[in-house]
């Protein structure tokens, strides 16, 4: 298992980032307290989704925070980035693993108790749950789990990851303590993050929220 920090994990959409420099707000972003950054580029082409990670990952260099690539494993091989998240209808995770290999850090999306279960055996480093509430960054059919759905997956989870465990979807500032509260290790942050007029100060927020509620239980602050 390759050691992640989940704590505030902000996930970089060009379509939600008020037309500007994608690279500056994640620079901003992790100089607030940002603890991994994923690109998320559902309508970008091959070349420009390549030459945008090559610039995060730039970035983000010396930062200690790695960059990981949402579905596509061909643009984190050719970009160089830290790893790759994965959706349910995505390439399998051991099949990433063969290609990335061992010190890629691969994650993925649990929307049931059952997908949780099937988690179990597989090369994956973190599980993120949701969508826990209603979000305009993503076209998702699927009705938000809300946090009684939440309480309800994250057991099969814990049992089935090797390790941390989040929520992504529709996550704030005023609703981020009572998802903490839930046990989860960290919140993923899309529009409240980097549609933020100041990303940076948007951050420490966040991560304060987030490093209070793990002191509280006595997790790491």
Known sequence: ?????????GILDPERAGGRDPVD????????????????????????????????????????????????????????????????????????????????II????????????MAGMPVDYGCIGGVFATASKNNPALPI?????RRILPHARRAARGP?????????????????TGVDGIAVISALFMADDPQTEALRLRGIVDRSLASRGGPA
Not at 1 to 9: E, K
Not at 107 to 118: F, I, R, V
Not at 168 to 179: H, M, P, W
């Open 25 to 104: 707000l994640v620079r901003k972003a992790v100089a607030g307290g940002a603890t991994l950054i994923q690109y998320r580029d559902k309508h970008g082409e091959g070349r420009r989704l390549v030459d945008l990670a090559r610039a995060l990952k730039a970035a983000l260099d010396g930062t200690g925070v790695p960059l990981l690539i949402n579905d596509r494993v061909d643009v984190a091989l050719a970009a160089g980035a830290d790893g790759v998240h994965l959706g349910q209808d995505d390439m399998h995770p051991g099949d990433a693993r063969v290609l990335l290999g061992p010190g890629a």
């Open 1 to 9: 298992m390759n050691p992640v920090d989940l704590r505030l994990y």
């Open 146 to 150: 809300g946090l009684d759905g939440l």
């Open 107 to 118: 994650g993925l999306t649990l929307k049931t108790a059952e997908q949780a279960d099937e």
């Open 165 to 181: 465990v989040g929520a992504i979807a529709g996550i704030d500032a005023s609703n981020a303590r009572a998802v903490m509260e």
